[in-house]
């Protein structure tokens, strides 16, 4: 059997971003269907096209929103407890990739033209980047995603 991890870097060879990558290989078990979780972080890879917060981080706190997220406004307990395991998740996800920002973890900002051909010629995208969704979804089992 396909572990998550080689799942999600599969979709992620396969032109989905870091985003989907990592928020496919969970979503279903959290009763999200894989169209709609994919649909829903397209916009979130490269850091948000701006070189900010890596899209693996932010399929990541998606999947951490799907089990722990809170949806009654009055219930502040679930709300902290979500918070509280986002920030579990980001403290791990810095641990093994020092910083939770794209540009940084690349060294240089896609955001930009000339970032972007830099991060192809030196094929970021298949080393750095599929390092960085793997650490994501490896993380999120850890934790018991």
């Given at each position: 059997m396909e572990s998550k991890k080689d799942k999600a870097l599969a979709r992620f060879g396969k032109g989905f971003n870091c985003a989907q990558a990592v928020i496919s290989v969970?979503?279903?078990?959290?009763?999200?269907?894989?169209?709609?979780?994919?649909?829903?972080?397209?916009?979130?890879?490269?850091?948000?096209?701006?070189?900010?917060?890596?899209?693996?981080?932010?399929?990541?706190?998606?999947?951490?929103?799907?089990?722990?997220?809170?949806?009654?406004?009055?219930?502040?307990?679930?709300?902290?407890?979500?918070?509280?395991?986002?920030?579990?998740?980001?403290?791990?996800?810095?641990?093994?990739?020092?910083?939770?920002?794209?540009?940084?973890?690349?060294?240089?900002?896609?955001s930009t033209e000339d970032g972007r051909k830099q991060a192809q010629d030196r094929d970021f995208f298949s080393t750095i980047c599929n390092n960085v969704v793997g650490n994501a979804v490896t993380i999120l089992e850890e934790l018991g995603y």
């Open positions: 969970f979503c279903e078990k959290y009763s999200m269907d894989l169209e709609t979780a994919l649909k829903i972080s397209c916009g979130l890879g490269a850091g948000m096209r701006s070189g900010e917060v890596c899209g693996a981080v932010s399929g990541a706190v998606l999947v951490v929103g799907l089990k722990y997220g809170h949806h009654i406004a009055e219930d502040k307990e679930s709300k902290a407890n979500c918070y509280a395991r986002t920030e579990e998740f980001l403290n791990e996800f810095r641990k093994k990739d020092k910083t939770i920002i794209c540009r940084d973890i690349l060294g240089v900002d896609i």
